[in-house]
């Protein structure tokens, strides 16, 4: 294979943003080995290129997200193909998704990279002022390589289970014959991976004395060492889970918990009054959120160009321009505790169904839901949202919520969509941010430790004070002491589900617990009605969606198991 027909063309779309100054990408086409080697430029668009095939999730199923083929919301158009999911459709001809081949091309990328780029030394570069400077940039990007590989790798086997591994540059052929590896291998090669470059990477882009460039700023959207850190506690975390450790191994539970214990260590994530998180949770996908959220964010996804497709997707029909799209379910709506007491409004001695329970809730639910009479949603908006039916933004009209509800997380509410005063803005895709990490602490310290309020010498902070970290923020009630298990258990899935919603985890985190039966089989939307009198009369409606265990892990595709007859199937597929 040409090393010519390997190097993918640039698409100059995306950046990597997690501070104020973006990576600098450049464009190229079928340049050749030679060419690269050229100079230091050269070199870093091939590793800019590696970094393009990073997921984001901004509508990926023609503009539904993987949130709607969970309880977390639904799609306002049927026959979309997020539907394939969940109405038997779903098929190795029908695979769903790209993961496969995009992660595969990284990783070939990868290995191609650390064979044919690595130990220049660009001689006739070494009178340039800022050699020393872009020398030092250059033999950091072995490491970023290695910790992109390793990440390809880890959405692979979240997505498959075993999959096929390689480390090197190979043949058509040898790629075709390849076997797939147990997942555990695969596991335990991201985090040893993790370990060994995690203390030779670059700790913070930002702060690199007389090694930063003199003329250019800071490309501190580049994997760093918390980004290694971070990828090897969602590794962990996943390896110990159910659905890849069916034996409950114990050390499994305890790489986790020492795992997500050393990345908020390492940034001081247990002090006595820990700072990682920003203040204002909306924060986190603002449209500054690269430069306003860095105590927060770890690493994310940021565009150079400024777009309002998902805007377009998701505000509220019957607005200029908006097609209404991926609505929040009424199950993850009640999945917001009341802040008062932290209890779901089902769990109140005095709980009607017929109520909304609205006032007085968690205030993530507001600053992610947009529910019937909200004000100002889009900010351009001057009718009050009306998603009862026959409203404005309602049923029966063709993209009318059937949910009673809209999405505002990761939408940019200053984005007008009106022809005329159309506009557009910056977006981030949160990869991995600490607000997820207290919560996969507490999830692995329990597991292991048994028990919520359990500590030992080496893991002294207990699940329920991990976890009252991020419901300080959203200024919740920490968690009861002396739960039983299945107690916190319950409330710690209803706190994933709140504090993560729309972030790409539920599909997975679902999954690798191996409770999709109790999850995935249905959904509750919420049918409202305007009475006579200005009332309105809230109908609670359950909609069945199908689940079979095979769907675990996706099918492989069937158009690499005719290139690879040593593909085995998925079980159920």
């Known amino acids: 294979m040409k090393l010519k027909n390997i190097i993918y063309g640039m698409m100059c779309a995306i950046t990597l943003g997690s501070c104020s100054d973006k990576m600098e990408y ?54 979309n193909q997020i539907e394939d999911f969940y109405n038997g459709s779903w098929s190795p001809s029908n695979a769903k998704g790209s993961m496969w081949t995009s992660c595969y091309e990284g990783i070939a990328n990868c290995n191609l990279y650390l064979e044919k780029f690595t130990g220049l030394t660009f001689p006739e570069l070494a009178l340039n ?60 090669y991201i985090i040893s991976e993790c370990d060994d470059i995690k203390d030779k990477i670059v700790v913070d882009y930002s702060k690199l004395g007389d090694m930063a460039l003199p003329s250019s700023p800071a490309e501190t959207g580049r994997a760093n060492r918390k980004t290694v850190l971070a990828l090897k506690a969602r590794a962990a975390l996943y ?3 159910p659905l890849f450790n069916p034996s409950d191994d114990k050390a499994l539970w305890y790489r986790a918990a020492k795992a997500n214990k050393e990345l908020l260590d390492d940034n001081d994530g247990f002090a006595t009054k820990p700072k990682l998180l920003v203040s204002d949770y909306d924060m986190l996908w603002s449209k500054d959120s690269y430069n306003d959220a860095t105590s927060e964010l770890i690493f994310c996804r940021r565009a150079t160009t400024t777009t309002n497709s998902f805007e377009g997707y998701n505000f509220p029909i019957g607005l200029e321009n908006c097609k209404g799209g991926n609505c929040p379910t009424q199950t993850l709506v009640d999945a917001y505790e009341m802040q008062a007491t932290g209890l779901r409004p089902d769990e109140m001695e005095d709980y009607d169904p017929t109520k909304p329970y609205y006032e007085g809730r968690d205030k993530r639910f507001g600053l992610t839901i947009a529910k019937n009479g909200d004000e100002k949603w889009p900010n351009w908006n001057t009718v009050p949202l009306q998603t009862y039916q026959g409203g404005l933004n309602a049923e029966p009209l063709s993209g009318g919520t059937p949910t009673g509800y809209y999405l505002k997380k990761y939408c940019q509410t200053a984005v007008d969509l009106r022809a005329g005063t159309a506009s ?41 004070d991990a976890i009252k970290v991020v419901r300080t923020r959203a200024e919740m009630p920490g968690f009861p002491t002396n739960m039983t298990n299945d107690a916190f258990w319950k409330k710690y899935q209803n706190e994933r589900m709140v504090e993560l919603a729309f972030e790409g985890h539920r599909f997975w985190d679902v999954r690798r617990w191996k409770e999709a039966d109790k999850h995935f089989k249905n959904i509750v939307e919420m049918k409202i009605t305007k009475n006579g009198d200005g009332t309105y009369t809230y109908e609670r409606k359950t909609k069945n969606r199908i689940w079979d265990d095979k769907m675990y892990f996706f099918p492989i595709p069937q158009s690499e198991r005719s290139k690879n007859p040593n593909l085995e199937q998925n079980p159920g597929w």
Request: glycine share 6%.
């Open 26 to 79: 450049h464009e190229y086409n079928n340049y050749d080995e030679d060419f690269v080697k050229l100079n230091f430029g050269n070199v870093g668009g091939l590793i800019t290129n590696i970094y393009l095939s990073m997921d984001v999730d901004f509508g990926n199923y023609s503009g539904a997200i993987l949130g709607s083929a969970t309880d977390e919301s639904e799609y306002a158009y049927s026959g």
């Open 129 to 188: 002022s800022d050699y020393a400077q872009q020398m030092f940039r250059y033999n950091n990007y072995q490491y970023e390589v290695r910790f992109l590989r390793a990440y390809f790798y880890f959405n692979l086997v979240r997505q498959y289970g075993d999959v096929p591994f390689s480390d090197h540059v190979m043949t058509a052929e040898e790629s075709n014959t390849l076997s797939r590896r147990p997942a555990q291998e695969i596991f335990d």
């Open 239 to 241: 390896a110990a889970s």
């Open 424 to 464: 557009k803005t910056y977006h981030s895709w949160i990869t991995f941010r600490f607000g997820e990490f207290y919560l996969n602490y507490a999830e692995a310290v329990f597991k292991y430790l048994g028990g919520p309020d359990e500590t030992d010498s080496e893991f002294t902070t207990s699940a329920v």
